[in-house]
């Protein structure tokens, strides 16, 4: 099962406050006060008023994004920085390969990175998504990374978190499901395997 992301997160107030006046922002609720906000070519081009442009060459430190992120875009998200640290997070993976983006702006310029990685042989706090989320002010809690705390597992799509924003669910609504659906089964003797959208996130 493949996974696909292409969002900025910040603190779920400072985004709501930014996009408040925008057509094609969708902002996705995340944990930790937190939200997501899928970058879609309808967005781009709202934000910066010209269609996106993509990078057909292989992701590396001088191309770290398919999504090229141009002067004008870069503008938009230093200029969001001011009120607190923003990221731009980019991943795909499909059959176990793949790579993770990020890059981290705060008081109005790039504060961290941008970073790419697809060979994930250092620590995995190191690791691109996990890294930015940390300088966003991610805390550890009872799951295995910032990327899982946070809840960036529920959905495995941009597509999937425009879904989810528009839903207004929360990163918690597929846990929730689960527990009512086992609270229901609870008098049955054998109960089917427990239900849930990702399994293991599986982005490594």
């Not at 992301?5 to 400072?14: F, K, P, T, Y």
């Not at 292989?58 to 938009?76: M, Q």
């Not at 997070?89 to 499909?94: D, P, S, Y």
């Amino acid at each position: 099962m493949g996974y696909q992301l292409s969002a900025v997160v910040a603190d779920a107030e400072l985004l709501r406050e930014q996009t408040a006046d925008l057509d094609h922002a969708v902002v996705g609720e995340l944990r930790q006060d937190f939200a997501l906000l899928p970058v879609t070519p309808q967005l781009v081009e709202e934000l910066t008023g010209a269609l996106p442009d993509f990078s057909a060459a292989e992701r590396s430190p001088a191309e770290p994004f398919h999504l090229v992120l141009s002067a004008a875009l870069a503008g938009v998200l230093a200029g969001w920085s001011r009120s607190g640290p923003v990221a731009y997070l980019e991943a795909e993976f499909a059959g176990g390969a793949g790579y993770q983006s990020a890059a981290v702006w705060l008081g109005g310029g790039v504060s961290w990175g941008p970073r790419v990685d697809h060979l994930f042989d250092g620590p995995r706090s190191e690791w691109p998504l996990n890294a930015a989320l940390a300088r966003l002010g991610a805390e550890p809690g009872a799951w295995i990374d910032p990327f899982a705390e946070l809840g960036l597992h529920v959905e495995r799509s941009t597509a999937g978190w425009l879904a989810h924003g528009r839903r207004r669910l929360s990163a918690d609504y597929w846990d929730e499901l689960a527990d009512e659906w086992e609270s229901r089964q609870s008098g049955d003797e054998q109960q089917p395997e427990r239900p849930g959208p990702v399994g293991d996130w599986g982005i490594l």
